[in-house]
């Protein structure tokens, strides 16, 4: 039988450009893209709202759906705008889907994690797989419960759910919304457009990031990967690049000498201090043969390329 594939979150950063890959494997009909959202202007869209457990499955039940790529989810910085709401859409959307991957028998699930699940008491330099994971966001909070119930599916019904650790995902195409690594994003935007940029992180403040090319081709070769390689059921490590505001500024200044950023640190500061600098993603390499194609430099220029295009036109 053909995979037919549902998203949720289509409409979000990474669901734009999942959509996209997906449908150049899989075939547009093969791949429902569905958001909160009444209407996205993309073929095959179904509105579905993840924490209605009835519509959902009616959605996998009336489509004959047999995978599923979760990533609606309120992101760290708009989660500590209002804990209980966030906690209650990230909680009650997960377990609505691996309930349903459960009840309903789904081929296999893919649930993302973040760096945000790391906080105190770990190393931030170099960080772990398995280091301690005590988060001081609901974001962080919720992803720690989430990753231990997509191994609970897994362990005592057989769930096929996988699951990476996303760093900062930076792309040109999707805009991305209530994060704290989102400067990242909004930095090459205005610089390419000709303005200045003020950051809302400190100089200093490295970050793990990743180019979005990455992070699909992550995603995507996680879930073709056969299932006995897949040892990790919790979430895996990966990782792209590390740099600080400063870094990606100077990067940016070989393609726009006069471009500058001003530090106007805010709330999102407290957020990234708790975070990794630099993620160990050995376990990912040797489980399914992971490893980033971007550093810093590649990805400006692919970025810088791109967004001259867009803003010409
Ligand atoms: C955020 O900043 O909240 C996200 C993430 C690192 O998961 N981009």
Not at 129 to 146: D, H, M, N, R
Not at 192 to 208: A, E, Y
Request: proline share 4%.
């Amino acid at each position: 039988m053909k995979d037919k594939i549902l998203i949720i979150g289509a409409g979000g950063q990474i669901g734009t450009e999942l959509t996209e890959a997906l449908r150049q494997i899989y075939g547009v009909d093969q791949v429902i893209a569905s958001d909160i959202r009444e209407n996205i202007e993309v073929p095959n869209y179904l509105k579905v709202d993840v924490t209605d457990r009835a519509a959902l499955f009616e959605c996998v039940r009336a489509n004959g759906v047999s995978q599923i790529y979760h990533l609606a989810a309120i992101l760290s910085a708009r989660g500590e705008q209002n804990p209980l709401w966030a906690w209650n859409i990230n909680m009650t959307g997960l377990i609505n889907v691996l309930e349903a991957g459960r009840e309903l028998k789904l081929d296999r699930i893919f649930v993302p994690s973040t760096i945000a699940v790391f906080g105190i008491d770990y190393d931030r330099e170099n960080t772990g797989q398995f280091e301690p994971l005590i988060p001081e966001t609901v974001y962080g909070i919720s992803k720690v419960a989430g990753e231990s119930w997509c191994n609970y599916y897994f362990k005592n019904y057989g769930l096929d759910v996988r699951s990476v650790r996303y760093p900062g995902i930076i792309g040109y195409k999707s805009m991305p919304g209530g994060g704290t690594t989102d400067y990242a994003v909004d930095i090459y935007h205005q610089a390419v457009q000709g303005f200045n940029f003020v950051s809302f992180l400190n100089k200093g403040t490295i970050l793990p990031m990743m180019y979005m090319d990455d992070a699909i081709r992550a995603t995507i070769e996680l879930m073709q990967t056969p299932a006995e390689r897949v040892k990790i059921r919790t979430s895996y490590n990966i990782a792209g690049c590390s740099f600080a505001p400063e870094d990606v500024t100077q990067a940016i200044q070989k393609f726009f000498p006069h471009f500058q950023t001003t530090y106007v640190p805010d709330f999102r500061q407290t957020i990234a201090d708790l975070w990794p600098k630099r993620i160990d993603d050995s376990r990912a390499r040797e489980d399914w043969n992971w490893h980033a194609k971007y550093d810093l430099e590649l990805m400006t220029a692919d970025m810088i390329k791109h967004l001259a295009i867009k803003y010409q036109h």
